[in-house]
């Protein structure tokens, strides 16, 4: 029976999904978190945090989460199918302006990766001592957050004033391959405590 929990300008909805076949089992979702990164980290107490309304890899999220088993929240404006799997949550949040960002932001910590393409967001999650891995799987640092922000906002000054400025390259295999390598690797340092 699913049932929806209402949590301040979300709705988190949740359903009792019997385990998949290659899980061999129930794991709880329920996650103990580690600030400090000198610790190693279980599975059970990391978690993927999705910034999903756009977001090109969530098949690829699920495939490792589930092979490392760890949780992943999806976090969307508006409902995004999932597969049923006792790992996976859905959020949705208000349409307000940053409304999946700020849910995000709130819960980022050290036991978290947070997969986004929005740059204000990985700031904000770098910030709360999250990894953060963008889908083209080029990781955000603390060392390159700020070019990326200075780079954001010219941009969108060139904009502003009327300049025709391109986007990124399209989303190809090279990224998708990048990003599950990224994220794997990532997955092992926490766990490793580094």
């Known amino acids: 029976m699913a049932g929806s929990e209402i949590t301040g300008f979300s709705i988190q909805m949740t359903a009792p999904f019997p385990p998949a076949p290659e899980q061999g089992g129930f794991h709880s979702l329920a996650s103990t978190h580690c ?9 059970r107490s990391m978690k993927i945090l999705v910034d999903a309304d756009a977001c090109p890899v969530k098949e690829e999220i699920y495939k490792v989460a589930w092979r490392h088993e760890i949780p992943v929240t999806i976090v969307s404006n508006s409902p995004i199918r999932i597969p049923a ?3 996976l949550d859905r959020v949705v949040v208000s349409d307000g302006f940053d409304a999946a960002d700020d849910w995000i932001a709130e819960r980022a910590d050290a036991a978290s990766i947070c997969i986004t393409a929005d740059i204000l967001l990985a700031d904000r999650c770098l910030k709360a001592g999250a990894v953060v891995i963008a889908p083209n799987g080029k990781p955000f640092t603390h060392s390159s957050i700020g070019a990326a922000i200075a780079t954001r906002a010219i941009m969108a000054d060139w904009r502003a004033g009327g300049d025709q400025v391109g986007g990124p390259p399209p989303f190809g295999k090279n990224d998708r391959s990048r990003f599950l390598q990224a994220l794997d690797e990532a997955i092992v340092r926490l766990k490793r405590g580094r």
Not at 35 to 43: A, N
Request: proline letters at 17%; a positive charge.
């Open 35 to 43: 600030l400090d990164r000198s610790h190693r980290l279980s599975p």
């Open 85 to 87: 799997h006792p790992l």
